[in-house]
């Protein structure tokens, strides 16, 4: 039998993305609560480890017209904060984690150490933290900087701050320190309290942690990269890491690549999860027009709008290579592990979904073809976004959760409530 799978959904406070909101059948409302907390209980119906909240702290702009398309198309704007949303979805649910993107750059440490512990507290134990060093130059702006910290100094920065928020979480409170005895007039005991007086290269926070030790203790530690700071840094950190590569055997090399560093490190490899767009249905036939309605709605602009390019300064036979982003790190040199690529060939790309993370087929094909990809790579699970409701994931919880499940790759639903990092098995 194949190795147990993993499963996150992947979800911005946003309208969707390359137009999905246009599509007169989708009733995704992100700003209506109700509609979130039912997203939720599905995820969690169809056996969903975790809901992803990626965030971002500036709007997507290109070099050419800044952020005229990302305000037009509704692309990854406009945005809330998934940190204000994450008890409502805990108060439906029982087992299903939430893992909320924060910024080492942007985000006060001892700010930050104090609301993933009360989250942790309202989950249960169920909350996790995707670290980011956040990139764009708009979030920058945001914050008073004039110009973005160096991708190497901002990862020297999220080690530190690592250990400050550690610090607070592990080391302000000793064990017993909360003692609740009504009779003696002593709720936490003072002794057993201390400031951690952090003087540091990049910051220094005194002290104590103003909220008791949760459930976990510090959240689970998510991280997405491809880049070697941010494989240093995962094997430093990270319990589970979503990273991605152009082919099969190019994401295999990547997770060859963290074993090999995690054993030097003396640790067992981060959890590794890679995304994946799937359609599902009775006939591949059926679900091939699910995966082409996906793209019915995008226009050829925003296609290329997230990673700073505004196609409609170039011509289409323009190659990728030529092209410099904006404010963004995202690679824009291959496709498939093709290197000659031109404007035309990457919108045919997205719009055919022309990649071997794309699965298509009966229940059963879908499923053999996860179990085939995650046996050739290593991966241990699968991040599936989606920005229409319904969507892949009814589909999921229709057709997949009960073959998963009867393969004993996915949890059976009357399995008891456990901590994120439990179900992680990490």
């Known amino acids: 039998m194949s190795k147990a799978l993993h499963f996150t959904a ?12 246009r599509d007169p059948d989708n009733v995704r409302d992100p700003t209506n609560l109700r509609y979130w907390q039912k997203q939720a209980q599905l995820l969690e119906a169809a056996g969903f480890d975790a809901i992803f909240f990626a965030d971002i702290l500036g709007v997507f702009e290109t070099r050419e017209t800044g952020p005229e398309l990302s305000v037009r198309d509704a692309h990854v704007f406009p945005l809330g904060d998934p940190f204000v949303l994450v008890s409502a979805l805990a108060s439906v649910t029982e087992k299903l984690g939430f893992v909320v993107t924060a910024s080492s750059t942007y985000e006060p440490a001892f700010l930050l150490a104090r609301r993933f512990s009360t989250l942790d507290h309202f989950t249960g134990g169920r909350i996790g933290w995707n670290i980011v060093t956040s990139y764009l130059d708009s979030a920058a702006a945001n914050f008073g900087l004039n110009e973005q910290i160096s991708h190497g100094e901002r990862y020297k920065r999220a080690n530190e701050y690592i250990e400050v928020l550690e610090k607070l979480w592990l080391e302000s409170w000793e064990p017993g320190a909360l003692v609740r005895d009504k009779d003696a007039g002593i709720y936490v005991d003072p002794a057993k309290v201390h400031p951690i007086n952090h003087r540091g290269q990049y910051f220094n926070v005194r002290g104590p942690h103003l909220s008791e030790p949760s459930p976990q203790g510090k959240p689970v530690y998510f991280q997405a990269t491809a880049s070697e700071a941010g494989f240093d840094f995962a094997i430093r950190h990270s319990e589970a890491l979503y990273t991605n590569a152009g082919n099969l055997e190019g994401l295999a090399a990547n997770i060859k690549k963290l074993e090999l560093l995690a054993a030097a490190a003396g640790r067992s490899r981060p959890r590794i999860f890679t995304g994946v767009t799937i359609g599902v249905a009775r006939t591949r036939e059926e679900a091939q027009r699910k995966i082409d309605r996906q793209a019915q709605f995008q226009t050829d602009e925003s296609v290329l709008a997230w990673n700073g390019i505004d196609i409609r300064q170039y011509t289409r036979d323009t190659l990728l290579s030529e092209l410099k982003t904006y404010g963004t790190t995202r690679p824009l040199r291959s496709v498939n592990g093709r290197y000659d690529v031109t404007i035309q060939d990457y919108i045919d790309h997205v719009r055919n979904q022309q990649s071997p993370f794309t ?32 969507g892949i994931y009814d589909d999921f919880l229709e057709f997949l959760t009960p073959l998963l499940r009867k393969r ?7 399995a008891a409530p456990v901590h994120l990092r439990d179900r992680l098995a990490l």
């Open 359 to 390: 699965v298509v087929g009966t229940p059963e094909e879908v499923v053999d073809r996860l179990v085939e990809i995650s046996e050739q790579t290593g991966l241990d699970g699968f991040n599936i976004s989606s920005s229409s409701s319904p």
């Open 408 to 414: 004993g790759l996915l949890p059976e639903a009357d």
């Open 10 to 21: 992947f979800q911005m406070l946003s309208p969707g993305d390359r137009g999905a909101w």
